[in-house]
């Protein structure tokens, strides 16, 4: 099956500092989200983004399927914006990457 | 609109015993997945179901199974508790059947196995 990989796994930075998470899959993809999760287990969706650039406000996304990647920008970081960001690829089946941990200090 | 909820949120079971555990999409929408949350495994995928009937299933054996409802809801069960199947389980819904949609989970049943 379809492999997706992120990097890094663990990213600890201060407030107000930017980041950029990678997502690599291993073949074609026609879906792709990110989610967040919060520290109490709550995954929110960020983007759907199978191609393209997509912002909402501090963050945006970018997936070149062609290449076969997908980044996810945080700007300005704040300390809700710690906790695991998952890149998500598939359909019906979902298959998660093993998450960028995020942590960010005040 | 309400999200997706997920009854109980928490669960405590011996060895051996079996568990039953809730999730009812947001309103309207008909596909329901099921995930286990392990910090060894991360995310898998269980099962998911559309319009009573399961699509899909993951790689996990028969003491994992699942139903779902003429108005959505869904049931996974687990029979004969392992000491592994201690995790976070999350169900997600979505609206469209092809899956080129937004998935929307619930905030997930810890269960612990004891």
């Known amino acids: 099956g379809i492999q997706v990989e992120q990097s890094p796994p663990d990213l600890i930075l201060q407030e107000g500092a930017n980041s950029t998470l990678r997502c690599n899959f291993s073949?074609?993809?026609?879906?792709l989200q990110w989610f967040h999760q919060n520290p109490w287990g709550q995954l929110i969706n960020l983007f759907y983004?199978?191609?393209g650039t997509k912002q909402n406000g501090r963050l945006s996304a970018t997936t070149v399927a062609t290449e076969r990647y997908s980044l996810l920008y945080i700007s300005s970081s704040q300390t809700t914006d710690s906790g695991v960001y998952f890149c998500?690829?598939?359909?019906?089946?979902?298959?998660f990457g093993q998450g960028t941990r995020l942590t960010i200090n005040p | 609109k309400a999200g997706v909820t997920q009854t109980p949120r928490y669960l405590i079971k011996t060895r051996g015993q079996q568990v039953t555990l809730s999730c009812s999409p947001i309103?309207?929408?008909?596909?329901v997945s099921w995930y286990q949350q392990t910090p060894g495994q991360g995310l898998q995928f269980l099962f998911e179901?559309?319009?009573?009937?399961?699509?899909n299933k993951g790689n996990f054996p028969g003491r994992f199974s699942g139903r779902q409802f003429s108005n959505s809801r869904s049931e996974m069960n687990v029979s004969t508790l392992e000491l592994g199947d201690s995790a976070l389980y999350l169900c997600?819904?979505?609206?469209?059947?092809?899956?080129?949609?937004?998935?929307?989970f619930g905030p997930g049943t810890r269960l612990t196995v004891l």
């Open positions: 983004i199978p191609s």
């Open positions: 997600a819904s979505s609206s469209l059947a092809g899956g080129t949609d937004t998935q929307y």
């Open positions: 073949d074609s993809v026609n879906n």
């Open positions: 179901y559309f319009s009573e009937t399961q699509r």
């Open positions: 309103s309207g929408h008909r596909s």
């Open positions: 998500v690829v598939g359909a019906q089946k979902l298959v």
